[in-house]
């Protein structure tokens, strides 16, 4: 799929933008292409470039972070974030195994218990909205309040990326065709 608008680059945007790619060039040697389309609506992009990267500090094991990320974006059959969060998590030890696995957790022995609560945690609030309160309980006898939030706050961000992308078609960078 093409993307459905023009990915900005750095002379189309404004100073405040630019600034702002600026410091995400020297971060990660790039401007994701979800950038370049968010800056359509240049208000969005400093609050979200600030905000996105908190959600990867705090007391929630960044394993588990990802492992509820990339299942949300798997259900909402989001390649982009798939790929690129799939990457992530194997930046902070997520088994190439446990990523193929996804779909299985619930049988797959490359699961402990607690990364089977949070994939449901993950799955639930993507496919459902409500969360079994049965489940959150048994997961603040795992996560403390802070972990806790911190996983909602990443599966909503999943939810999120998942449908801005979709909907305007985002391709990957490294890809043919993905302006990278």
């Not at 969060?85 to 088994?95: E, I, K, P, T, Y």
Request: hydrophobic share 40%; charged share 25%.
């Amino acid at each position: 799929m093409a993307a459905r608008l023009p990915y900005l680059d750095r002379a189309q945007v404004g100073p405040e933008i630019q600034s702002v790619w600026d410091a995400l060039q020297k971060a990660s040697g790039r401007v994701l292409n979800f950038h370049r389309l968010m800056a359509h609506h240049p208000r969005s992009v400093p609050p979200f470039v600030a905000w996105y990267p908190q959600l990867r500090e705090g007391s929630l094991d960044l394993k588990l972070r990802y492992l509820a990320y990339v299942r949300a974006s798997q259900l909402n059959r989001c390649r982009y974030c798939v790929t690129h969060n799939g990457a992530a998590a194997r930046r902070v030890g997520v088994s190439r195994e446990q990523l193929e696995a996804l779909a299985d957790f619930r049988t797959s022995p490359l699961f402990s218990e607690l990364e089977r609560l949070v994939l449901r945690y993950a799955e639930e609030m993507t496919t459902r909205v409500q969360v079994d309160p049965a489940l959150v309980e048994t997961l603040k006898a795992h996560l403390d309040p802070e972990a806790l939030v911190q996983l909602t706050l990443t599966v909503a961000a999943a939810n999120f990326t998942n449908r801005f992308n979709e909907a305007l078609g985002t391709e990957l960078e490294f890809e043919e065709g993905g302006h990278g």
